[in-house]
């Protein structure tokens, strides 16, 4: 079974500053592992994913996140936080498999307020 | 812009009604999903349509019904619900191997 923990149900920022949302993730098989964003009245966005290869992934946005094995993680980050950032993000995983249609398991979520 | 539509966009009912959630892909895929997003709740899955056929019903009540004619309509009947059902119902979309597109929601509240 898959499981999903988001640290933290609030993360608040100041504008200019490093966005850090944090994810572990439980799965019995090599994981294929997402964030989606969600802004308010609105559905879930993909921000970025993780499937095979290079650990560090870039997605839209300036965010990126880095798979990490050894610590069953999927951390995304944003160097510089802007006001637009403020939303809620969540973490997914999937024990995926090339060609399949994926069943995703998804963390609680974060919600990321930017002050001025 | 999303590929995928969902209407209607808020609906209030008692809990007697009858009603229908319309989902509308325009982007292709084989794949069809419905979550319900509750307050505080993880997003939970509730059921998954491939190519038209049900492959996935998450111990879902059977006062929700789902429907899905072709492979771009996906439709969630609705009757005799309860309060707790009130909550965001999210579709979304794939195509094998590829990310879930989402749609922008139907907010539903239960009198």
């Known amino acids: 079974a898959q499981s999903v923990t988001q640290l933290g149900s609030h993360v608040s920022v100041s504008e200019g500053a490093l966005v850090l949302l944090r994810c572990n993730y439980s799965?019995?098989?090599?994981?294929?592992l997402f964030w989606y964003v969600q802004y308010p009245n609105q559905g879930l966005q993909l921000l970025l994913k993780y499937t095979t290869g290079a650990t560090l992934v870039k997605g839209i946005n300036g965010f990126e996140a880095e798979f990490k094995k050894s610590e069953t993680s999927f951390h995304l980050t944003k160097p510089s936080a802007h006001m637009s950032d403020a939303a809620e993000y969540f973490c997914a995983v999937t024990e995926g498999v090339a060609g399949s249609n994926y069943k995703l398991t998804f963390g609680k979520g974060t919600l990321l307020t930017v002050n001025p | 812009e999303t590929g995928v539509t969902q209407t209607p966009r808020h609906l209030v009912m008692g809990m007697t009604n009858k009603k229908s959630l319309k989902c509308e892909q325009h982007?292709?895929?084989?794949?069809m999903y419905w979550y319900k997003q509750s307050a505080k709740k993880p997003l939970e899955l509730m059921f998954v349509?491939?190519?038209?056929?049900?492959?996935e019903n998450n111990s879902v009540p059977s006062r929700f019904s789902p429907e899905c004619p072709n492979s771009s309509h996906l439709f969630l009947h609705l009757h005799t619900l309860q309060p707790e059902d009130s909550a965001l119902y999210l579709c979304a979309s794939s195509q094998q191997g590829q990310p879930q597109h989402f749609g922008d929601g139907t907010r539903l509240s239960i009198l």
């Open positions: 349509y491939n190519f038209k056929e049900q492959t």
């Open positions: 799965s019995s098989v090599p994981p294929y």
């Open positions: 982007l292709g895929h084989n794949a």
